[in-house]
């Protein structure tokens, strides 16, 4: 959940915490970044994405390692709303309720042990993280999916290794600017 935060999966957070309608600062330096403004305005939280699936103004979604289907405290609202959306694609590593409901699902690899990268603790702590094993079967790392995801979107995102990715979120998020991958190696 820590890292989860720090890389932005919070409606009204850039990478980092940062606020994206109230800290200009931060949105210019991601918009250096990207190569493209960031526009100052809050997305939906959870509640509010099943809610805008209520009214139809969200009729496609992507889900990333979450089970709605099974773990909404409304199950049957969520499933109804889910099996209502003109497009559902999950990324998972396990065929969950809410990809059997998908159109499309990307089977995705273990994290903790079939890819390279990096953990954040609730102590704020990152931790490089090694790949041990290989994903099985069709099964592909988060970053080779979504890469793959936006080459088809017409998007240039060329990373030959997990550590451009991170040093990219250094150059972004003061929180982690001093910590280098060459460090978490040494660590």
């Known amino acids: 959940v820590q890292g ?23 949105r210019a330096r991601f918009g250096h970044a990207y190569g493209r403004p960031i526009h100052p305005r809050y997305g939906w939280h959870l509640t509010q994405m099943f809610d805008a699936m209520e009214r139809r103004e969200l009729t496609t979604l992507y889900v990333i390692g979450e089970n709605p289907a099974q773990s909404e405290a409304d199950v049957n609202r969520a499933r109804r709303l889910l099996q209502g959306l003109d497009f559902l694609v999950v990324q998972d590593i396990v065929m969950t309720r809410t990809a059997e409901m998908a159109d499309v699902v990307l089977p995705a690899s273990a ?5 390279d990268g990096t953990v954040t603790n609730s102590e704020r702590r990152v931790q490089l993280v090694r790949k041990a094993l290989d994903p099985p079967g069709d099964a592909r790392q988060d970053l080779w999916i979504i890469q793959q995801m936006a080459a088809r979107l017409g ?6 290794h997990v550590s451009e990715v991170f040093d990219e979120m250094r150059k972004t998020m003061p929180s982690i600017a001093g910590i280098t991958w060459d460090r978490l190696e040494r660590d």
Do not use: T, V
């Open 4 to 26: 989860g935060g720090d890389m932005g999966a919070i409606p009204n957070k850039l990478p980092g915490f940062q606020d994206i309608e109230r800290d200009a600062d931060a």
């Open 111 to 115: 994290a903790w042990c079939e890819s």
């Open 155 to 160: 998007l240039d995102w060329r990373y030959g």
